[in-house]
């Protein structure tokens, strides 16, 4: 029986690396965005490097009351589902998401309420089958709110939350939640971004996301040295934190 | 610092390390996003050209546009965005039986690249180049239109954007016609010539050619053995030709990935000249024909992790030409002796035999012998003998590889490449404002009268 994930903001260069990954490992997937266009060139892409059935669909994260169909759709299409990998993420103009009215909404809904709706249902599917996994993106910038993009950091601090929430409701049916914390990575997000350090490979990342499944760790950061940074930023006490520049 | 989003400032360079120039890059992930602005722009895909044909004032990476797009497994005909690597292609196409139709001596080039600089490899006087496998381009042009061409679609445009190195558009797809092959195994034969005159003996004997030939030159020997070489003739095996040991899983094709082999630090002057001697012995001592994989036949300097550092910060230019098959053989010991005379180390150089001229108006390989070396950036120098190769070059009607340049003048350029006029007039139809320019157009003058 051929395995199948679905992989959520597909068309990001972490979860492109990341279907590769999968792919490689036999497993077929099913790729969700907004970008038709996209969608289509990577799925063709992975179906002949890997030779897998690779499929697609249209999913707008901010739709909520459509995430029950999508999900069904998906179903339906791959005949079932194994696990999902959660990459859509949306950092907008950390300035400008300062206001809800100027983007600050946008950066909520995408990273935190869209994120924790769509993995409602997965969670439902995935605990009926007694089996499965949910791996989410959060970031670093959720451990830690900083005036450079804490409207951002605040919803990927909430999606952290809300994925060891579901990691201890699933652990009785046998459902792995990983919660995956990248440091910077190379991708359009951040490209030519400045004040970049250690900056990681979308491949990396991408096979950090597959063999954390084989590992038994539930919060990995990637790459793992950031762990410890941020244990270190974390310790600072807020009477001195908040009167760095960070 | 001081970047706009999305664009990155950096300092780049070609695979000789010479020049280093300060890019703006951008690098679109979307297949939309590969477009042209208003500007000056050039497309780069992976930097394996030598010298400043992908450097320019705003550099648009197509590395990350990268996808597979259509396989045929049956035809052979694969069609993929531009900026995917040959050594990716390679995997996806040999577990089929198929290969390149010709590749380059790098499976680190992008397809964008390779029709770019329509380049050759060592079936040419077999095959012809890669652009001559190509069944259709789809281009996008300076006015961010999308257009595809073929030799009979558009054909102007497809002539002149093979071999046009990237200044005609952006090369967005490619659909390229692929070679059968029947296992992941060359059956190999050299053959050690002791002069340049023997080597040219040996690449005319018809007894010895084969679908591949090339000659590597013992570019440390001189006097009465310049030119001392050895021919390596080869053919795709074919499943039954192979030993019993190389038979069953291993005739099926598989790519494998590239292990390194050698640290170019250890690369010096020394010890190339203790290289040059002992593969001379080793590889002609080689009689018998054996077989070998292709990636240690076609990609031997890809096992070299970063080789090209072995010749320090200032980099080096690789200097390839070609002559015509008359006077080849003057005009190539004209160019040893030079180069011997000069006392630059060069690690590699290398002999091929080239077929006919195709219909790409830019495109380098011509009939004759094609001679590339390694020439350090050691000092100013390098360009009094640059310039003594080029009249040698000109002189016998040959020209030298855009794809390696980092030096000509316009004139010899111009000189070199008679049916430049011709591309120029269809580079003024398809971009008229010079929205695609490249460090080494401008050097050239490249678009301009
Ligand atoms: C070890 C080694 C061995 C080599 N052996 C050979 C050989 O045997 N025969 C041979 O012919 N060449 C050879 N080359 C040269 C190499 O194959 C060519 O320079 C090729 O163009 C490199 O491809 P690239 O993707 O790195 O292109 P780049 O170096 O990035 O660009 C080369 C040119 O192509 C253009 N270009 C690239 N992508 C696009 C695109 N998508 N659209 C439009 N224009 C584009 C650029 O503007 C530039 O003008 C060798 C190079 C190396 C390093
Ligand atoms: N890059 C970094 O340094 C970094 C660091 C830490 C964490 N991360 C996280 O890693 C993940 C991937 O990031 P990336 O850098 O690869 O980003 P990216 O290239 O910007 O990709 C974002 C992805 O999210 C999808 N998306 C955005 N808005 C959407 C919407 N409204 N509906 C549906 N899909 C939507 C996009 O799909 P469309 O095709 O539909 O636009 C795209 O696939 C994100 O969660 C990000 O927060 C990144």
């Given at each position: 029986?051929?395995?199948?994930?679905?992989?959520?903001?597909?068309?990001?260069?972490?979860?492109?690396a990341?279907?590769?990954?999968?792919?490689?490992?036999g497993?077929?997937v099913?790729?969700a965005?907004?970008?038709a266009?996209?969608l289509?060139?990577?799925?063709?892409?992975l179906?002949?490097?890997?030779?897998i059935?690779?499929g697609?669909?249209i999913f707008a994260?901010?739709?909520l009351?459509?995430?029950?169909?999508?999900?069904?759709?998906?179903?339906s299409?791959?005949g079932?589902?194994?696990?999902?990998v959660?990459?859509?993420?949306?950092?907008?103009?950390p300035?400008a998401?300062?206001?809800?009215?100027?983007?600050g909404a946008?950066?909520?809904?995408?990273?935190?309420?869209?994120?924790a709706?769509?993995?409602g249902?997965?969670a439902?599917y995935?605990e009926?089958?007694?089996?499965?996994?949910?791996i989410?993106i959060?970031?670093?910038a959720?451990?830690?709110?900083?005036?450079?993009?804490?409207?951002?950091g605040?919803?990927?601090?909430?999606?952290?939350?809300?994925?060891?929430?579901?990691?201890?409701?699933?652990y009785?049916?046998?459902?792995?939640v990983?919660t995956?914390k990248?440091?910077?990575v190379?991708t359009?997000?951040?490209y030519?971004?400045?004040?970049?350090?250690?900056?990681?490979t979308?491949?990396?990342?991408?096979?950090?996301?597959?063999?954390?499944?084989?590992?038994?760790?539930?919060?990995?950061?990637?790459?793992?040295?950031?762990?410890?940074?941020m244990w270190?930023?974390?310790?600072i006490?807020e009477?001195?934190?908040?009167r760095?520049?960070l | 610092?001081?970047?706009?989003?999305?664009?990155?400032?950096?300092?780049?360079?070609g695979?000789g390390?010479?020049?280093?120039?300060?890019?703006e890059?951008?690098?679109?992930?979307?297949?939309?996003d590969?477009?042209?602005?208003a500007g000056?722009q050039?497309a780069r895909?992976?930097?394996?050209?030598?010298?400043?044909?992908?450097l320019?004032k705003?550099?648009?990476?197509t590395?990350r546009?990268?996808r597979?797009?259509a396989f045929?497994?049956?035809?052979g005909?694969?069609?993929?965005?531009?900026g995917?690597?040959?050594?990716?292609?390679?995997?996806?196409?040999?577990?089929?039986?198929?290969?390149?139709?010709?590749?380059?001596?790098?499976?680190?080039a992008?397809l964008?690249?390779?029709?770019?600089a329509?380049?050759?490899?060592?079936?040419?006087?077999?095959?012809?180049t890669?652009?001559?496998?190509?069944?259709?381009?789809?281009m996008?042009?300076?006015?961010?239109?999308?257009?595809?061409?073929?030799?009979?679609?558009?054909?102007?445009?497809?002539?002149a954007?093979?071999?046009?190195?990237?200044?005609?558009?952006?090369?967005?797809?490619v659909?390229?016609?692929?070679?059968?092959?029947?296992?992941?195994?060359?059956?190999?034969?050299h053959h050690?010539?002791?002069?340049?005159?023997?080597?040219?003996a040996?690449?005319?004997d018809?007894g010895?050619?084969d679908q591949?030939s090339?000659?590597?030159?013992?570019?440390?020997?001189g006097?009465?053995?310049l030119?001392?070489?050895?021919l390596?003739?080869?053919?795709?095996?074919?499943?039954?030709?192979l030993?019993?040991?190389?038979?069953?899983?291993?005739?099926?094709?598989?790519?494998?990935?590239?292990?390194?082999?050698?640290?170019?630090?250890?690369?010096?002057?020394?010890?190339?000249?203790?290289?040059?001697?002992?593969?001379?012995?080793?590889q002609?001592?080689?009689?018998?024909?054996?077989?070998?994989?292709?990636?240690?036949?076609?990609?031997p300097l890809?096992?070299?992790?970063?080789w090209?550092?072995l010749?320090?910060?200032?980099?080096?230019v690789?200097?390839?030409?070609?002559?015509?098959?008359?006077?080849?053989?003057?005009?190539?010991s004209?160019?040893?002796q030079?180069?011997?005379?000069?006392?630059?180390?060069?690690?590699?150089?290398?002999l091929?035999?080239?077929g006919?001229?195709?219909?790409a108006?830019?495109?380098?390989?011509?009939a004759?012998?094609?001679?590339?070396?390694?020439?350090?950036?050691?000092?100013?120098?390098?360009?009094?003998l640059?310039?003594?190769?080029?009249?040698?070059?000109?002189q016998?009607?040959g020209?030298?590889?855009l794809?390696?340049?980092?030096?000509?003048?316009p004139?010899?350029?111009?000189?070199?490449?008679?049916r430049?006029r011709?591309?120029?007039?269809?580079?003024?139809a398809?971009?008229?404002?010079?929205?695609?320019?490249?460090?080494l157009?401008r050097?050239?003058?490249?678009?301009?009268?």
């Amino acid at each position: 029986m051929r395995k199948v994930v679905l992989i959520l903001g597909a068309t990001s260069a972490i979860a492109r690396a990341a279907a590769g990954e999968f792919a490689e490992q036999g497993y077929d997937v099913y790729l969700a965005g907004r970008d038709a266009e996209e969608l289509a060139r990577i799925a063709a892409d992975l179906a002949i490097r890997y030779r897998i059935k690779a499929g697609w669909g249209i999913f707008a994260a901010e739709s909520l009351s459509d995430h029950g169909r999508f999900f069904a759709q998906a179903i339906s299409n791959m005949g079932e589902m194994d696990g999902v990998v959660l990459a859509m993420g949306y950092l907008g103009d950390p300035i400008a998401a300062r206001n809800f009215d100027t983007g600050g909404a946008e950066v909520i809904l995408i990273n935190f309420t869209a994120a924790a709706s769509i993995l409602g249902h997965c969670a439902n599917y995935l605990e009926a089958r007694k089996q499965g996994f949910i791996i989410g993106i959060g970031s670093v910038a959720g451990d830690r709110g900083r005036q450079s993009n804490y409207t951002y950091g605040a919803a990927k601090g909430a999606l952290a939350l809300y994925l060891q929430g579901l990691r201890n409701r699933l652990y009785d049916s046998g459902v792995r939640v990983i919660t995956v914390k990248p440091g910077f990575v190379d991708t359009a997000m951040t490209y030519g971004m400045p004040g970049l350090f250690l900056v990681a490979t979308p491949q990396y990342v991408g096979r950090r996301i597959v063999t954390a499944l084989h590992k038994s760790a539930d919060v990995i950061y990637v790459p793992n040295f950031w762990r410890y940074i941020m244990w270190i930023i974390r310790l600072i006490p807020e009477p001195v934190f908040k009167r760095l520049k960070l | 610092m001081g970047n706009q989003a999305g664009v990155l400032k950096c300092s780049m360079s070609g695979w000789g390390r010479f020049p280093v120039e300060e890019c703006e890059s951008v690098r679109p992930e979307r297949y939309r996003d590969l477009t042209a602005s208003a500007g000056r722009q050039i497309a780069r895909g992976q930097g394996r050209s030598y010298g400043d044909a992908a450097l320019g004032k705003r550099v648009i990476l197509t590395e990350r546009v990268n996808r597979l797009l259509a396989f045929d497994a049956v035809a052979g005909v694969l069609r993929a965005e531009a900026g995917v690597t040959l050594a990716e292609v390679l995997a996806a196409i040999m577990p089929h039986g198929w290969f390149l139709p010709v590749t380059p001596g790098t499976q680190w080039a992008s397809l964008g690249g390779c029709v770019a600089a329509d380049v050759h490899g060592k079936n040419h006087h077999h095959d012809g180049t890669f652009g001559q496998h190509v069944l259709e381009l789809e281009m996008i042009l300076a006015d961010a239109s999308r257009v595809t061409c073929s030799a009979t679609k558009n054909q102007a445009l497809f002539w002149a954007t093979i071999g046009g190195m990237g200044l005609t558009g952006i090369i967005g797809e490619v659909n390229l016609k692929l070679r059968r092959i029947g296992s992941s195994y060359l059956r190999v034969r050299h053959h050690p010539a002791k002069n340049l005159a023997q080597t040219f003996a040996l690449f005319g004997d018809p007894g010895l050619d084969d679908q591949y030939s090339v000659a590597w030159i013992d570019c440390l020997a001189g006097g009465k053995q310049l030119g001392r070489s050895i021919l390596m003739c080869a053919h795709h095996a074919a499943p039954e030709e192979l030993p019993a040991a190389l038979q069953g899983s291993a005739a099926v094709g598989t790519s494998r990935s590239v292990a390194f082999d050698l640290a170019a630090a250890v690369l010096n002057p020394l010890t190339i000249q203790l290289f040059n001697a002992v593969y001379y012995h080793r590889q002609g001592n080689k009689r018998a024909p054996y077989f070998a994989h292709y990636d240690h036949y076609f990609y031997p300097l890809d096992r070299i992790a970063d080789w090209n550092r072995l010749y320090g910060k200032r980099g080096f230019v690789q200097y390839q030409c070609v002559v015509p098959e008359a006077g080849a053989l003057t005009a190539v010991s004209a160019l040893l002796q030079t180069v011997s005379q000069s006392r630059r180390p060069s690690f590699l150089a290398v002999l091929k035999r080239l077929g006919v001229q195709n219909a790409a108006l830019l495109s380098f390989p011509l009939a004759g012998y094609t001679l590339a070396l390694d020439i350090p950036m050691r000092d100013r120098g390098v360009f009094d003998l640059l310039r003594t190769l080029d009249a040698i070059v000109l002189q016998h009607g040959g020209r030298v590889y855009l794809a390696k340049d980092a030096v000509l003048t316009p004139q010899t350029f111009r000189a070199m490449y008679p049916r430049y006029r011709d591309w120029q007039r269809i580079k003024q139809a398809v971009d008229p404002a010079h929205g695609f320019e490249s460090s080494l157009s401008r050097r050239l003058g490249m678009g301009y009268a």
